[in-house]
């Protein structure tokens, strides 16, 4: 007889009446009649952390995402009880929990309106299948409420009424709409009456977010495992809510070196080695800045990683050693598939070290990628990451590679349903032993960190560099990324504009796509369109996958090569002002690019804006996104832009037609702002910079500006040795005055400052430097007005 032993199907279950509460330091405990635990801890004022189990026990608390440097403190806690609630009061929020059923309601604790709150709030399924639970939230949806964040979907950037998905996937030519694809970031950014809040559902399983799309006005979110566990982030400004998720999660371990900032030039492939210097020797020769060379898997011999195929690349020392006195940095691409070849030391070693996956039942996780049949280390075992890091000693240490690019890291598997490793696959997760259901989402990630690491340390005492494919939360502290199989398309460059936008306000901002598209070849117009997009983007590099012919500046025709030029040029001269907002973002989290929510949610006109957006704190930047366009229509938020190009002003707060031919784009600077520019290099540090341009754009009134410099390498800057100067501008009816004030030990180069004054709206008839007036001579004013004063300038009066 057949028994039937499945378990009774129960549906929803609900946290039941709270029955006891207990203090734990920073921890509060709520547990209900039927067994459930509410663990909420203060993280900080703003930052609190909701855990739930619903056994009475909770699993070993562990995070990838969540970084040990994390903030943690507060400088107020009440915790209040009345008949219907308990209330934890801290000063920036309150929130409330339902005596009868858990429900949290959150109120700023300022003005006691109300931030989000649960409509059925914690529940579960039972998960007959794999055990333990999935888990769900649902929170009530506020009035005019708009949705931001979730990583790299491809979709409009305010992602009200739809349903999204988290599960890392290897996406080749995905287009718009397409959802999930290569990253997982759980966390988003609710916005409504001018206040932001962030939510990270910190559980790396399959999970799903739903803003307003099942129900009106219900936002959920689930996932098929783990713990309901996330970190409610008060803003209630949007930067602050990003700067504290990325307080969380972390921000780049060390600032980029300067070079990585610069244009990277890559295509599936460049090979062999004569291509390879056809190609860079004809960026010197045209005189298109470059700082990086790519090798895609054509280097390997046979797609084996670590290997060189010594055919195509006979001595690979010696070409990367002629790129870098060339001023190439040469980055070669590693996947993690590891080709089964008893002859291949790393597969041998893998194997005998017990390093690869392994399906539930004992065989080796086996598929197909490149190289043929793989097995994969498992990235998840801190042995195998140590392992897999010193594997980068003799590219790094002794052939000279500056960069590695990690690819297909989802993982990505060849000619099976679901692209990736079945769910079955067993992890080690630092000692927490899963399946692949828990580790898939952080995998890419794992093998990203393991890379860093050998590239930090063989790299040192310069900087090391990676790009990575996939993605989870947290990625951001180890590499730079790109946003994966793109298409050449007009509408994939407005897709690619978008992403690189929502990347930085999921707190991931060294991030580009592949300029031109990889899928498919564009005509000389888009390439030219999506370069203007590029230079803007802090990850800027030409990829494309060659099948449909070239992808260089050059392809096109002489028009498009100089327009390419040009906006190249205009990188390397912003890459003073583009380091600075690098190192605002390491230091404080502040996206590079600001989407113009971000920049004003103030204003509910920003809040569908997709296509313009802030570049650092000062540019104001619109791509064009159509063929044979001569301009476009575009919002201005709220202040008044100078025209790069004309330094006409447009007053902001409207909508306005900006003229731009191809050789051209809509970029405008921020009045008052000060911008700081290098000379045009072919690559970083050709040129010893001997003096810095500050481009100063008028206002009448007050705005700050600041200035980032190191040694661009190394890590002395961590020492002290870094030039931090803050330019404070005051404009009158008749006067102009900057002042200056510098910190940190570092000595820069140059000993000039030129200062260009744009939009003065008098004539200058005296200069003051430091009080005492200068004779026009001295001080060269040309005519322009152009100054050359000395870079320890500390106040500056230009007077009518
Ligand atoms: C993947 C990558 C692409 C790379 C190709 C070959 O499609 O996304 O950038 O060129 O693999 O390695």
Not at 347 to 371: I, Q, S, T
Not at 525 to 550: K, M, N, V
Request: contains cysteine; glycine residues 8%.
């Amino acid at each position: 007889m057949i028994l039937n032993t499945e378990l009774e199907y129960k549906g929803n279950l609900f946290p039941s009446k709270i029955v006891s509460y207990k203090k734990d330091v920073d921890s509060l405990y709520f547990t209900t009649e039927n067994n459930v635990v509410l663990q909420l801890t203060i993280q900080r004022g703003s930052v609190l952390r909701f855990r739930y189990t619903t056994t009475g026990i909770f699993e070993k608390d562990f995070s990838y995402a969540i970084t040990k440097y994390a903030n943690r403190g507060y400088n107020h806690l009440e915790i209040t009880e009345d008949k219907e609630y308990y209330s934890v009061i801290t000063s920036k929020l309150i929130c409330k929990i339902a005596k009868s059923d858990m429900r949290i309601s959150m109120y700023d604790a300022l003005d006691k309106t109300v931030i989000c709150e649960d409509e059925l709030g914690f529940h579960w399924e039972e998960s007959h299948e794999f055990g333990g639970d999935i888990v769900k939230m649902t929170k009530t949806s506020q009035d005019s409420e708009s949705y931001y964040g979730l990583g790299d979907k491809p979709v409009h950037i305010n992602l009200k009424g739809k349903r999204y998905e988290n599960w890392v996937t290897d996406s080749y030519a995905y287009g718009k709409d397409s959802d999930p694809i290569y990253k997982a970031i759980p966390f988003y950014i609710g916005l409504h009456h001018k206040k932001a809040y962030g939510i990270f559902f910190d559980n790396t399983f399959r999970s799903y977010f739903d803003f307003c799309h099942e129900r009106r006005n219900i936002t959920s979110f689930w996932a098929q495992g783990g713990e309901m566990n996330y970190y409610f982030i008060y803003g209630p400004q949007m930067s602050d809510v990003v700067a504290n998720y990325t307080d969380l999660t972390g921000r780049p371990h060390e600032l980029p070196a300067l070079w990585t900032l610069g244009y990277h030039q890559c295509k599936w492939s460049y090979y062999p080695e004569s291509k390879v210097k056809e190609v860079t020797k004809k960026f010197r020769e045209l005189k298109i800045p470059c700082d990086a060379i790519y090798l895609d898997i054509d280097y390997m011999h046979g797609f084996r990683c670590f290997t060189w195929n010594k055919e195509y690349f006979p001595n690979p020392k010696k070409m990367v050693k002629e790129l870098a006195d060339d001023g190439f940095k040469t980055i070669v691409i590693i996947d993690p598939g590891i080709k089964i070849d008893m002859n291949y030391d790393v597969f041998r070693e893998g194997l005998e070290k017990d390093y690869f996956c392994k399906r539930a039942d004992g065989p080796y996780m086996k598929g197909k990628v490149w190289p043929g049949e793989c097995y994969f280390p498992d990235f998840t075992n801190p042995e195998v990451r140590e392992w897999w890091s010193g594997l980068f000693k003799e590219l790094v240490e002794d052939i000279g590679v500056k960069g590695v690019w990690n690819d297909m890291n989802e993982p990505a598997v060849m000619d099976v349903p679901g692209k990736t490793f079945p769910n079955d696959v067993r992890h080690n997760y630092e000692g927490n032993y899963c399946s692949h259901r828990k580790a898939h989402n952080i995998y890419g990630m794992q093998m990203a960190r393991a890379t860093y690491q050998g590239l930090k340390k063989f790299s040192y005492p310069k900087r090391p560099f990676v790009i990575t494919r996939a993605a989870y939360s947290g990625t951001q502290r180890y590499t730079s990324t790109w946003t994966g199989d793109n298409v050449a398309s007009w509408e994939h460059l407005t897709i690619a504009n978008i992403q690189a936008q929502r990347m930085c306000m999921s707190g991931f901002s060294f991030v580009g796509s592949d300029i031109g598209g990889f899928a498919e070849q564009p005509n000389g117009e888009l390439y030219a369109r999506w370069i203007q997009l590029g230079i803007f983007h802090p990850f800027c590099r030409t990829h494309s996958s060659g099948d449909h012919g070239d992808q260089e500046p050059w392809t096109f025709d002489d028009n498009i090569t100089n327009v390419v030029r040009k906006f190249i040029e205009i990188r390397y001269q912003l890459l003073p002002y583009l380091y600075t907002a690098f190192w605002r973002y390491a230091n404080e989290g502040v996206p590079i690019l600001k989407s113009l929510v971000l920049f004003d949610q103030s204003d509910t006109h920003t809040h569908y804006r997709n296509d313009e957006f802030i570049f650092g704190e000062k540019i104001l930047a619109c791509p064009i996104t159509e063929p044979n366009a001569k301009g476009r229509r575009m919002f201005f938020p709220k202040g008044k832009w100078f025209n790069f190009w004309t330094d006409k002003t447009v007053k902001g707060g409207q909508e306005a037609w900006v003229d731009a031919d191809l050789d051209s784009m809509p970029i405008f600077i921020k009045e008052g702002a000060i911008i700081p520019k290098y000379p045009i290099q072919q690559y970083v540090g050709e040129k010893k910079i001997d003096q810095v341009t500050l481009d100063v754009y008028y206002k009448k009134g007050r705005e700050k500006s600041e200035l980032y410099e190191d040694a661009h390498d190394g890590y002395d800057y961590k020492k002290g040795r870094f030039s931090l100067r803050y330019f404070n501008l005051v404009g009158k009816k008749d006067e102009l005055i900057i002042q200056q004030h510098k910190s940190g030990k570092f000595i820069t180069t140059y000993k000039t400052f030129k200062i260009k004054l744009h939009g003065m709206p008098f004539k200058i008839s005296k200069i003051q430097v430091d009080n005492e007036e200068i004779a026009f001579e001295d001080i060269k004013v040309n005519g322009d007005n152009t100054i050359i004063i000395s870079k320890e300038f500390t106040e500056l009066h230009v007077i009518a």
